[in-house]
């Protein structure tokens, strides 16, 4: 091999028959001037295919390139013309250089392409191949290829909150099995998509066997009239946090009652109303601890409590408010309780243990409205909620959101990254190929 082809395969020219005649460098770009020596024997004329061609001249393309040892690098194409005896047309050598009409390169293009990938604005991607933003826009948006994945046995689906053109929340359907987004939606819109899950082919859709979602009343329809050979599946995180919110409002309520018993007593420490609210205010996120997944020692660290000016147990922060209110103190009995349920409990003993918590607290607890309307919640929800406790065949665990929410946040980040996105279509290309690379682009 010659020198010239070891030089075009350095730079990374598609056409190995060009060759590098020379080089001008003028500050930070390098200007390379190449021809394509002429083959007489596989020439033919592009319209009637007869070899009775002659050169009609040259003329010079300038042509953008990738850079070359930092160097900003500009082709200076010496491309040939033809003229057909037969035909009277005339026509321009072929390359694999550059297309017809376009001053990039085809492998920039491809770099572009690949750079388009990863979580970059196309600003940035802009800057360093030495193009517009339109232009990679343009790019992009010419070789994706529109299309979604086959839905898994096992789908999650979810919103997040996109802003696009049909509504404030766009939908994530993903696979949780191998982690890849299968599609996204721009609206979760009841009618929108009952009529994206009503197009996909019946076979596809019903070799569904499992869909995760969370307690929204439009994926409970779409389940039952389009997945009805599907086990729907409430998300474990969600309906779990139906209860934390209750507890959360019922500290807040107590919290509050309390600051306007202390309105119009003594200010500071002497205040003993306002200075439980201020406990119940400081330690919130201590209530909400599970104890029968946090370790025995988590609630045995020691800890300078301001309210009394000495140090103190976790555990004694807790006895000590919950035995200044009893309402505070049944609900977070109430909580711990659905913990508990929810940590130990089987498919098979799931239900008798959820229903049995729900009475016990429409039918005792009538202080606690907060704690009354979840148990009514999850009545309505009984069926999904159990569900929750079957495990994947496939991977011996219980079946969550909790992939998809994930995904959600990688989709926020794709949008931050890139300042927003105009067209949603953009958008959704941008994630569903930086999320899985091996999707093919359009030729």
Same mark, same amino acid.
């Given at each position: 091999?010659?020198?010239?082809?070891?030089?075009?395969?350095?730079?990374?020219?598609?056409?190995?028959?060009?060759?590098?005649?020379?080089?001008?460098?003028?500050?930070?770009?390098?200007?390379?001037?190449?021809?394509?020596?002429?083959?007489?024997?596989?020439?033919?004329?592009?319209?009637?295919?007869?070899?009775?061609?002659?050169?009609?001249?040259?003329?010079?393309?300038?042509?953008?390139?990738?850079?070359?040892?930092?160097?900003?690098?500009?082709?200076?194409?010496?491309?040939?013309?033809?003229?057909?005896?037969?035909?009277?047309?005339?026509?321009?050598?072929?390359?694999?250089?550059?297309?017809?009409?376009?001053?990039?390169?085809?492998?920039?293009?491809?770099?572009?392409?690949?750079?388009?990938?990863?979580?970059?604005?196309?600003?940035?991607?802009?800057?360093?191949?030495?193009?517009?933003?339109?232009?990679?826009?343009?790019?992009?948006?010419?070789?994706?290829?529109?299309?979604?994945?086959?839905?898994?046995?096992?789908?999650?689906?979810?919103?997040?909150?996109?802003?696009?053109?049909?509504?404030?929340?766009?939908?994530?359907?993903?696979?949780?099995?191998?982690?890849?987004?299968?599609?996204?939606?721009?609206?979760?819109?009841?009618?929108?998509?009952?009529?994206?899950?009503?197009?996909?082919?019946?076979?596809?859709?019903?070799?569904?066997?499992?869909?995760?979602?969370?307690?929204?009343?439009?994926?409970?329809?779409?389940?039952?009239?389009?997945?009805?050979?599907?086990?729907?599946?409430?998300?474990?995180?969600?309906?779990?946090?139906?209860?934390?919110?209750?507890?959360?409002?019922?500290?807040?309520? $107590?919290?509050?009652?309390?600051? %306007?018993? #202390?309105?119009?007593?003594? *200010?500071?420490? !002497?205040? =003993?109303?306002? +200075?439980?609210?201020?406990?119940?205010?400081?330690?919130?996120?201590?209530?909400?601890?599970?104890?029968?997944?946090?370790?025995?020692?988590?609630?045995?660290?020691?800890?300078?409590?301001?309210?009394?000016?000495?140090?103190?147990?976790?555990?004694?922060?807790?006895?000590?408010?919950?035995?200044?209110?009893?309402?505070?103190?049944?609900?977070?009995?109430?909580?711990?309780?659905?913990?508990?349920?929810?940590?130990?409990?089987?498919?098979?003993?799931?239900?008798?243990?959820?229903?049995?918590?729900?009475?016990?607290?429409?039918?005792?607890?009538?202080?606690?409205?907060?704690?009354?309307?979840?148990?009514?919640?999850?009545?309505?929800?009984?069926?999904?909620?159990?569900?929750?406790?079957?495990?994947?065949? $496939?991977?011996?665990?219980?079946? %969550?959101? #909790?992939?998809?929410?994930? *995904?959600?946040? !990688?989709? =926020?980040?794709? +949008?931050?990254?890139?300042?927003?996105?105009?067209?949603?279509?953009?958008?959704?290309?941008?994630?569903?190929?930086?999320?899985?690379?091996?999707?093919?682009?359009?030729?």
């Amino acid at each position: 091999m010659s020198t010239t082809n070891y030089s075009t395969d350095i730079i990374e020219l598609q056409d190995k028959s060009l060759v590098i005649d020379s080089v001008l460098i003028n500050d930070n770009t390098k200007t390379l001037v190449v021809s394509k020596p002429r083959d007489k024997s596989n020439t033919k004329c592009l319209y009637c295919q007869s070899k009775y061609i002659t050169s009609h001249g040259f003329y010079y393309r300038t042509i953008r390139f990738l850079s070359v040892a930092g160097y900003k690098t500009i082709i200076k194409y010496k491309q040939r013309r033809y003229l057909c005896h037969h035909c009277h047309k005339t026509f321009n050598e072929e390359s694999a250089l550059v297309d017809k009409g376009s001053t990039i390169s085809n492998v920039t293009k491809i770099k572009l392409l690949e750079e388009t990938t990863k979580k970059q604005s196309f600003v940035d991607i802009a800057s360093r191949f030495d193009v517009s933003p339109t232009t990679v826009n343009h790019e992009f948006t010419q070789h994706i290829a529109d299309y979604r994945c086959q839905l898994s046995q096992t789908i999650c689906i979810d919103e997040f909150k996109a802003s696009t053109i049909a509504g404030e929340y766009a939908l994530i359907i993903g696979n949780p099995i191998d982690g890849k987004i299968i599609d996204i939606l721009p609206s979760r819109r009841q009618d929108y998509i009952y009529y994206y899950f009503q197009s996909i082919p019946d076979e596809e859709r019903l070799a569904v066997n499992y869909v995760v979602t969370d307690l929204f009343e439009s994926y409970r329809t779409i389940v039952t009239n389009l997945f009805w050979k599907s086990v729907h599946i409430a998300d474990r995180f969600h309906w779990i946090r139906q209860t934390t919110e209750a507890f959360n409002k019922t500290r807040i309520r $107590i919290m509050n009652f309390y600051l %306007t018993l #202390g309105k119009d007593q003594y *200010k500071g420490s !002497f205040n =003993k109303y306002t +200075k439980y609210a201020n406990i119940l205010k400081k330690y919130h996120k201590l209530f909400l601890a599970n104890r029968h997944t946090k370790e025995a020692w988590y609630f045995d660290q020691m800890i300078m409590a301001s309210f009394i000016q000495k140090e103190m147990t976790l555990q004694e922060i807790i006895e000590y408010c919950l035995n200044l209110d009893s309402d505070l103190e049944e609900a977070y009995v109430l909580l711990q309780e659905l913990y508990y349920i929810a940590n130990m409990s089987t498919f098979e003993n799931a239900k008798d243990h959820i229903l049995e918590w729900c009475d016990k607290v429409i039918t005792i607890n009538k202080k606690l409205p907060e704690l009354k309307k979840v148990a009514l919640t999850y009545k309505s929800w009984i069926v999904p909620i159990v569900n929750s406790f079957i495990l994947n065949p $496939i991977t011996k665990k219980r079946m %969550t959101n #909790g992939f998809i929410e994930g *995904k959600n946040n !990688f989709c =926020k980040v794709i +949008k931050r990254v890139g300042f927003g996105y105009k067209n949603f279509d953009t958008f959704r290309a941008r994630i569903l190929y930086t999320n899985d690379q091996s999707r093919p682009f359009k030729n």
